[in-house]
């Protein structure tokens, strides 16, 4: 079955830096890749997804993740961070053909400093 | 247009006891997966329902279970509660055959 790291559990950026979540996946195909956000006691938003194509998927935000097969991975990125990113963030891969068999890493915390 | 809505929105149930989650999908949605969150980690699969049926399942106990209704509304039950079992419970639904869920907000679920 496909899975996901996230690396790193947490994060503390200054608001206006740059940003990169890493992920990376475990998958015998092409797979489908999402990143989800999750601001506390709240549900998950979807921020983009990739499932074929351009390899640099924009998402809402300005946020944007560039997929990479020969390195497995699925980062998200963002040019300057707003104190309202903070937040948690999933990176999700789903199988191909099998839309209900989305897996999610561990998350990743980030925290925006002023 | 609604997105999915999910109930109760907290709920707080003894060891031993059941309980019984509820969700409603997207307009136009007709499948539903349920996810258990616990807290600091990434949300993990459950099963989901297609057609009334449960297509898939995870690596959960047969004390979850579930069902389906003809309006594509969805149950998530859970029977002899462990503390454990405390978690954020996420309901997503989507069309069948097609990319991506759409996720409600959760059931915050508390075993005392």
């Known amino acids: 079955a496909q899975s996901v790291t996230q690396p790193d559990i947490h994060i503390t950026v200054s608001e206006g830096a740059s940003l990169e979540l890493r992920c990376n996946y475990s998958?015998?195909?092409?797979?489908?890749l999402f990143w989800y956000v999750q601001s506390p006691g709240q549900g998950l938003q979807l921020l983009l997804k990739?499932?074929?194509?351009?390899?640099l998927v924009q998402g809402i935000k300005g946020f944007e993740a560039e997929f990479k097969r020969s390195q497995s991975s699925f980062n998200l990125r963002k040019p300057s961070v707003h104190w309202s990113d903070a937040a948690e963030y999933f990176c999700?891969?789903?199988?191909?053909?099998?839309?209900?068999?989305?897996?999610f890493g561990a998350g990743t915390r980030l925290t925006v400093k002023p | 247009d609604a997105g999915v809505t999910q109930s109760p929105t907290h709920l707080i149930k003894t060891r031993g006891q059941q309980v019984t989650l509820r969700c409603s999908p997207k307009?136009?949605?007709?499948?539903v997966s349920w996810y258990q969150q616990a807290l600091g980690q990434g949300p993990q699969f459950i099963f989901q329902?297609?057609?009334?049926?449960?297509?898939q399942r995870g690596n959960f106990p047969d004390r979850f279970s579930g069902h389906q209704f003809p309006n594509y509304s969805s149950e998530l039950n859970v029977n002899a509660l462990l503390l454990g079992d405390s978690a954020l419970y996420l309901c997503?639904?989507?069309?069948?055959?097609?990319?991506?869920?759409?996720f409600g907000s959760g059931t915050r679920l508390t075993v005392v």
């Open positions: 997503a639904s989507s069309l069948q055959g097609a990319e991506g869920y759409t």
């Open positions: 998958y015998g195909a092409t797979p489908y």
């Open positions: 990739y499932f074929s194509g351009d390899t």
């Open positions: 999700a891969v789903g199988a191909r053909g099998n839309n209900n068999d989305m897996r």
């Open positions: 307009s136009g949605h007709d499948t």
């Open positions: 329902y297609y057609e009334e049926e449960e297509r």
